[in-house]
């Protein structure tokens, strides 16, 4: 028997159940910042009609490293993210802010 669309779960009650775990959320709060990186150059590269080939060319490296910065392959130094700020003709922006205490720290997990 086929499964509906409508019979399937949607991706934000899944992804609240899995974060409910508390190892899971703390492991994707570790890694949210790497990701938020990567899909704001996914993000801008998309927008401006640029392929990973088109962008490494600009950023004077390879179509690899593009690629394998956008699956999340590699951890990127922060000259690299310079180099593809720069090719998109964007400024990069690292800043720190004040950490917001959620539920999870609360209850210690």
Known sequence: MKRKLD???????????????PGVRKEYETLRPKYEAISAVIKARLEKGLTQKQLAKKAKTKQANISRFEGGRVTPSIPFLQ?????????LEIRFKPAVPSYWDSIGA
């Open 7 to 21: 019979d399937l779960p949607r991706w934000k009650d899944v992804k609240k159940e899995i974060l409910s775990r």
């Open 83 to 91: 180099k593809i700020a720069q090719a998109l003709g964007m400024q």
